[in-house]
């Protein structure tokens, strides 16, 4: 009995001295977190500025996704010797000019994907990978300052796809008008006088017009997180079915040394894309008649910062 109650006494002695380590160990470690905190602060706030002096910055990050898989002889499923895959990756790059009297940005957003499914029991079934995602996208903005936050200025945007279809379609908008940059990550481009140039061999859908150019872009690097956000518009001034948006989002957080995770996502609507990829099975379609669903990508995987 005795032996018993000696036992009980040193484990009860034994979890008090054990929870009064846990706990002088985490106050130990509380003030530590905050210096840690603290000293993050004034990190951020030294980038702030070296971000806000004059001349070039330049960086880049991007997302990999990919998956591979083959089954032999796996017959619970549908196609039971199949080989199949996706691999798909994006970077966005910038190149920026700051001067006291201009500034001067560059930027380009690459997002391209391959897919696989090989059938082979299936004679006829496509190997290897093909094109799917399909996205590239650079863009220049000069711009006079006329205050801090004001600037006269010019842009250039170029988009089409490089794996499939170089430049048909391809956009070339050219415009002037006013930026806005309210804080020093996010810029406004509003350009009253714009001419969207579209390339295409279908000359009956695709048609070049003027109008409105509206571009947001807000991009973010804050400890480990990379944040890129873009919108993109034109408003035909001749005609509404000549109008589209593109916006395109990119996250990305460092987990270990430069690598981490990212997710990309874009969304576009573009009416003209719309009707020609409906006159290849339908050839009575038409603009008040085709069905202009709303275009989306994303692409989950391991991301990079440069």
């Known amino acids: 009995m005795k032996k018993h109650l000696l036992c009980g006494v040193m484990l009860l002695v034994g979890s008090i001295t054990f929870a009064q380590t846990v706990e ?14 603290k000293l993050q602060g004034e990190v951020d706030a030294i980038q702030a500025k070296i971000d806000a002096m004059p001349g070039w910055k330049t960086g880049a990050f991007g997302t990999i996704g990919f998956n591979i898989s083959e089954f032999s002889n796996w017959y619970a499923q549908g196609s039971p010797n199949v080989s199949s895959g996706n691999i798909g990756f994006t970077v966005n790059a910038f190149a920026n000019l700051k001067e006291e009297k201009f500034f001067w940005r560059n930027s380009a957003n690459v ?5 696989k499914f090989d059938d082979k029991d299936v004679v006829e079934a496509e190997e290897g990978f093909r094109e799917a995602t399909d996205v590239f996208n650079i863009t220049s903005l000069y711009g006079r300052k006329l205050s801090e936050k004001w600037a006269v200025s010019g842009l250039v945007e170029y988009r089409t796809t490089i794996l499939n279809n170089f430049n048909d379609p391809g956009y070339l908008d050219a415009g002037i008008g006013m930026t806005w940059t309210p804080i020093a990550d996010l810029v ?12 295409a061999e279908n000359d009956a859908v695709f048609e070049s017009s003027t109008g409105a150019k509206i571009v947001a872009d807000y991009t973010r690097k804050l400890g480990p997180v990379s944040l890129k956000s873009n919108l993109s518009a034109f408003q035909s001034y001749e005609n509404g079915d000549l ?18 995770l990212g997710f990309d996502f874009g969304l ?39």
């Open 243 to 260: 109008s589209n948006w593109t916006w395109i989002n990119s996250f990305g957080y460092t987990l270990w040394k430069k690598i981490g």
């Open 268 to 306: 576009r609507s573009n009416k003209q894309e719309a009707l020609n990829f409906a006159l290849a099975s339908e050839p009575t379609t038409t603009f008040d008649t085709v069905d202009n669903d709303l275009q989306t990508y994303w692409l989950l995987g391991l991301n990079y910062s440069f």
């Open 188 to 199: 406004v481009v509003i350009h009253p006088l714009n001419y969207n140039f579209v390339f």
């Open 24 to 37: 002088e160990l985490k106050a130990q470690q509380a003030p530590k977190k905050d210096s840690i905190a």
């Open 111 to 115: 997002n391209l994907a391959w897919v």
